[in-house]
């Protein structure tokens, strides 16, 4: 399973970039449609120059944010869209093994909650 930076149509100007980067959503794709989506990016990690380890990048363009979605198709193939520069902020450092464990807690928090 490959995830990817998704963005939808209508979240892109007529140059090209994403007018809202806080709407990206990680997303996978099978035989060019979207086949899962999950939640919008994290600003902390994704539009931190803070944090180079996993910043926004180049994203598939999709029709729309629903599941089923084709890609966005231009002359030239698949179209692909990125932020501008000025959505990259200094957010601070981030605490990336704090954040994994308070998921984990979290997801086992769930799960037993739902065995109830």
Same mark, same amino acid.
């Given at each position: 399973m490959l995830l990817r930076h998704l963005v939808a149509a209508d979240n892109?100007?007529? !140059? @090209?970039?994403?007018? !809202? $980067? +806080? &709407?990206?959503?990680? @997303?996978? &794709? +099978?035989? @060019?449609?979207?086949?899962?989506?999950? @939640? $919008?990016?994290? &600003?902390?990690?994704?539009l931190n120059l803070d944090f180079p380890d996993h910043q926004l990048g180049e994203c598939m363009v999709i029709e729309q944010m629903i599941v089923g979605a084709a890609l966005s198709q231009t002359a030239a193939g698949i179209q692909r869209s990125g932020p501008r520069r000025a959505a990259f902020m200094h957010r601070g450092i981030v605490q990336v093994d704090e954040r994994r464990l308070a998921m984990q807690q979290l997801l086992k928090e769930r799960s037993h909650g739902s065995a109830r």
């Open positions: 892109v100007d007529a !140059d @090209g970039w994403i007018i !809202d $980067p +806080q &709407l990206v959503h990680h @997303g996978v &794709l +099978q035989a @060019g449609r979207v086949a899962a989506l999950a @939640g $919008p990016i994290d &600003l902390a990690t994704h």
